[in-house]
């Protein structure tokens, strides 16, 4: 099995930046897709950005394009969201995912972390 470790989240301002790190361990990722996803209070888990393991392509939800920037370090098996202009709309927990497929839906994904908080203030 892969775990999936999320760090990085806290309160931040309105219009301030926060990167967020998943660290994966266990099994290899191999050529599954690497996702953050979010979820608000009130509100069901939502697709934030993808990435794959091996290759560049990337992916965002229309939330968060142009603002959020998914990446990876194949040397420490992590994966990386910096999220920048950030709004209070984006306070969420932040939940790292890892899949088999190229998808943007949630149920797709089998291996989850625990979550970060991450706090805007306006």
């Known amino acids: 099995q892969v775990q999936l470790a999320e760090s990085g989240g806290g309160l931040v301002q309105a219009g301030g930046s926060m990167r967020l790190s998943c660290a994966a361990s266990?099994?290899?990722?191999?050529?599954?897709?690497m996702a953050w996803f979010r979820q608000a209070p009130g509100k069901e888990r939502e697709f934030a950005a993808r990435i794959m393991w091996t290759g560049d392509d990337t992916s965002y939800a229309d939330p968060v394009k142009g603002r959020f920037t998914i990446s990876r370090d194949n040397t420490k098996n992590t994966v990386y969201l910096q999220m920048n202009s950030l709004k209070s709309e984006d306070t969420a927990v932040y939940y790292c995912a890892a899949g088999p497929y190229l998808s943007s839906f949630s149920r797709w994904y089998t291996y989850w972390g625990q979550g970060t908080q991450v706090t805007v203030s306006s």
């Open positions: 266990g099994s290899s990722p191999g050529s599954y897709v």
